[in-house]
């Protein structure tokens, strides 16, 4: 079964890892916990046994009564079963709390993984494969997986003990019980077979229509005004609808799997029973068995119902949760692909920076800048300059590491291509305030800064207003608190980079919400950010490119004139028509 077209060309989907990258990180996340993993499974273990004692044990106290052994005997047996139904509740109540530390644990590992690789996705990579898809995986897919580490895995593992120790009881009662149990296998195991080979695809399509439903409502309510104008309610109406219509009918096909699956166990239930107490039958009356170890048997029949109903129903929420598992490793995978964590220039120190070659734009639409190159000296401040168009923001992006080329390399101190939040830091004009106080969004750049260098940030970067907001640095800010201004989120954005120690710093009109007022302000903010570092500045006004050791001017994706202010002022050239345009204005 194909899986659904999402309206995303198969190469700009995010990944989905395959079975052996799964299980790759699985081992990964566990092998680092396997003493707690051991633990675990021996107590399971313990569970199973003391467990299995109970049937075996009401098949004594049978015996007991039928041969008139006694009180004494009769109480001795009753004790032993009172023991061991204390005991299977205490190693319970421990696996369940080893199983979940255990779990929890890795699965925290994991959803900080996925998060960080979250974070880590260019803009123009999500931009093309579309946000509903990676909602889907960091809310939907990480629960499924919650859900499977959390409840589903330790009753799986406690299925599989339960059942590899009733068979080994049937079969020292007399291996002819555990001949007859054996008939129901071919039953489930072509059940089993038949089901993931129906339902494992059902699964995967499942996924991919529920990110294309999510992708749809998002624009649908993201563009709403713009819909609305042009009057195409119903047929954007009509594209949420085919959707859901999709990933209905994909739950009605597993439903309806599902459905014939349990009806099959349900059959080799039926059979199976028959066939223990048919032998049980004959044996006794051969005077192979006593009466007690036929209903020890058929206990431990009966009691095989619960586990392997539980192993092949949790295999239906195992194939749900693996494949979101898959496609949280793919995110994984796909970030640790595109560049490695530990490339790059070292923070706190400034990287010169070679690109060679470099071609890069956005989706299908032709490359804004074709083999480009550009040398940055350390500790070289570097104004781009130019017309809209230009390719300015472009190679800013490219540069932090937000935006992946299509060809050429950029090289940090000769290594590989710097990534966004290690040893590059980019402050751009989209920024955000998050939920929460003054000094944890200031904390976001530097999470080990105490209360006194956030204070000393915040002097340096002149920004005077934060300490007499009503709280100072405990004012809580963004959505249902306190509103920024815009001017005010700019000025807390130059805050955070100059508590950030990335060598590399790109200023994308970092200072664009600054008004006319504040220019200055925020100017002079943004060449402080940039002394002692490699820093690359999008000039928003030239009279910041002016400060800069070099000028780009750009043109069309290249280079048409570098050199310091004055150079370019005396060649008399594009640079000079805008400084003398820029300065009449101003």
């Not at 313990?46 to 004594?60: D, R």
């Not at 107490?277 to 068995?289: E, I, K, P, Q």
């Not at 001017?553 to 820029?582: C, F, K, N, P």
Request: aromatic share 4%; proline share 3%.
């Amino acid at each position: 079964m194909s899986e659904p077209t999402t309206g995303v060309p198969a190469a700009d989907r995010l990944p989905i890892a395959d079975g052996r990258a799964t299980w790759r990180h699985v081992i990964r996340i566990f092998g680092a916990r396997r003493w707690l993993v051991a633990l675990t499974a021996f107590t399971l273990l313990c569970v199973a046994v003391t467990g299995l004692a109970i049937p075996a044990l009401l098949g004594v106290i049978v015996d007991v009564v039928s041969a008139k052994r006694g009180a004494q005997a009769l109480l001795n047996s009753l004790g032993l079963l009172f023991i061991a139904a204390l005991a299977t509740g205490i190693l319970t109540g421990i696996s369940q709390v080893l199983l979940a530390k255990l779990g929890q644990s890795g699965l925290a590992q994991l959803r900080e993984e996925v998060f960080e690789s979250a974070m880590e996705l260019p803009q123009e990579r999500l931009e093309r494969a579309g946000s509903g898809d990676l909602i889907s995986r960091v809310s939907r897919d990480v629960d499924a997986t919650n859900e499977a580490i959390g409840g589903i895995l330790p009753t799986f593992i406690s299925a599989l003990f339960t059942i590899a120790l009733t068979l080994l009881g049937l079969g020292v009662l007399d291996w002819r019980f555990a001949a007859v149990t054996l008939l129901c296998v071919p039953i489930h195991a072509l059940a089993l077979r038949s089901f993931l080979r129906r339902s494992g695809p059902i699964y995967r399509a499942m996924r991919v229509a529920e990110a294309e439903r999510g992708q749809h409502l998002l624009e649908a309510t993201g563009g709403a005004d713009t819909i609305r104008s042009l009057g195409a309610e119903q047929r954007h109406v009509a594209t949420v609808a085919a959707s859901s219509r999709g990933a209905v009918g994909l739950m009605l096909k597993a439903v309806v799997v599902s459905s014939r699956f349990y009806g099959w166990l349900n059959m080799a239930e039926l059979l199976g029973m028959a066939a223990i107490l048919s032998t049980g039958f004959f044996l006794v009356r051969a005077d192979a068995v006593t009466i007690g170890a036929a209903t020890a048997a058929a206990l431990f029949f009966h009691r095989l119902f619960g586990p392997i109903g539980a192993l092949l129903a949790n295999v239906d929420e195992l194939q749900k949760a693996g494949a979101g598992l898959a496609r949280l490793v793919g995110l994984i995978d796909s970030d640790r692909e595109r560049q490695d964590p530990a490339a790059g220039g070292t923070p706190g120190t400034a990287p010169g920076v070679v690109v060679s070659g470099l071609s890069a734009g956005y989706q299908d639409a032709p490359a804004v800048i074709t083999n480009f190159e550009l040398s940055i000296a350390p500790g070289e401040l570097v104004a781009l300059v130019g017309s809209s168009g230009a390719g300015k923001t472009t190679l800013a992006r490219v540069l932090a590491g937000s935006l992946d080329p299509s060809a050429g390399t950029v090289l940090l101190d000769a290594s590989a291509a710097p990534k966004l939040g290690h040893s590059t830091l980019l402050v751009s004009q989209e920024v955000h305030v998050f939920s929460g106080t003054v000094a944890e969004n200031l904390l976001l750049a530097a999470p080990a800064s105490t209360t006194e260098e956030l204070v000393r940030a915040v002097n340096e970067a002149e920004a005077h207003w934060v300490l007499a907001l009503p709280d100072g640095l405990d004012t809580v800010v963004g959505h249902g608190a306190l509103h920024l201004t815009g001017e005010q989120t700019q000025h807390l954005a130059l805050v955070r980079a100059l508590l950030n120690k990335a060598g590399l710093v790109v200023l994308d009109e970092a200072t664009a919400e600054a008004g006319s007022a504040s220019a200055a302000l925020m100017e002079r903010v943004a060449m402080r950010i940039t002394r002692g570092r490699t820093g690359v500045v999008v000039a928003h006004r030239l009279s910041q490119a002016a400060q800069a050791d070099r000028i780009l001017v750009m043109e069309d994706g290249r280079i048409v004139e570098q050199g310091s202010h004055e150079q370019l002022l005396g060649s008399a050239g594009t640079y000079a028509t805008l400084w003398e345009a820029w300065s009449a204005r101003g």
